[in-house]
């Protein structure tokens, strides 16, 4: 019988494995062409990994948060972009099916998602609404037995490549506002008439992600399809987006980890003075910053991940390890484009696409603003 700590070594070492051999190679020509490899996350579907979390019963690996942590840095340490695309479905969309979903749309959404056959997304911003995200404006009413969406949702993962979305829209009439209560999730299926993904967004990085709003126009979709109750849905987006800054912590250390490793290599191959630029101790002195920093946010979202394990509320060490791993990623590759020099700056060179990587997860799942409103409010909170 393998132990808890076997599991954990065999996944994330398949995850290695995985990243290395089908991920890695490509990523560059993914990020230059926008391709979304979607034949390669079906891939890595079949193996589980797009139920990492997802308990056994509903066909899920049924990991804890520490190894899905570990898993998802070896994914992000070869392609962020890839491991956003698998990461949201595994976080958002899954946490809150397992939460809040009825054991119909179990059977019917969340298994099928698990065994990696239909991938997920989940819709909350707007282009007024994005971190006041209670202002959404999407509208569902009532007709009969149905209700029908129609609204426009901005800049949402997966949107033009999924196969099922999570969206946030609004139940509350427009003569009877209920401000953030007034929200709630439905399930939709792409191919859902009136369901329309716009075109990727043409991004800075995480090119090979697919980022699109959507279009609802009279989608009409039956009572079973809302998620939960009547006006929860903000509530369930809060405690998907709990689970997905966990995530994003891994990405960004996966992010910093890589910048590090070719900095090392570049460091000891470069020659300036007739010897290699890592003997000179300014250079020691900055991988040196870049590695402690990077094992303090890893240290950090594993703290907030064994909270989570634990059956802990984690809002308040999500969002530290969100923010202060986004951070981390950011000033980490920021210092590898200095240490390349010139050719930090060159897209031939790997250190750039990692810098363009590392800027989003300082914006998305929350700003790093946002993760300090969400820390104040938690520490004035009495206890
Ligand atoms: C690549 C990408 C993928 C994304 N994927 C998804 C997705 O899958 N699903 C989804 O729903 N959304 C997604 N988003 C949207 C993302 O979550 C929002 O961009 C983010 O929440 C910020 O909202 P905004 O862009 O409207 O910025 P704004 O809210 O307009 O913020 C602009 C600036 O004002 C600051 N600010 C705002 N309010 C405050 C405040 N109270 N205090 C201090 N500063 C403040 C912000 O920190 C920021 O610096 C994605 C975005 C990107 C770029």
Redesign the pocket.
Known sequence: MPTATDIREQVVELAREFAREKIEPFAAEWDRTHHFPRDVIDEIGKLGFLGMCTPEEYDGMGLDAVTYLMALEEISAADAAFA?SIG?HNA?PTTMLVKHGTAAQKERWLKPMARGELLA?????????????AALRAQATRDGKDWVLNGT???????GTADLMMI?VRTDQPNARRGAKGISTFIVPTDTKGYKAAKP?D?M??RS?N?AAIELTDVRLPAGQMLGEEGMGFIY?MEGLDAGRLGIGAQAVGIARRAIEHCLRFCAERQQFGKPIQDFQAVQFKLADMATRTEAARALSHRAAARKDAGEDITLYASMAKLFASETAMWVTTQAIQLFGGYGYMRDFPVEKLFRDAK?TE????????Q??VIARALNRPR
């Open positions: 956003v949201i958002i997304g989940f819709a909350l911003s707007e282009a007024e609404a994005g971190s006041d995200a949702k901005a800049w949402a993962t997966n949107a946030m967004e991004k990085g995480l992600s980022t987006a989003v914006i998305y799942e929350g700003t790093s603003e946002i300090r409103v």
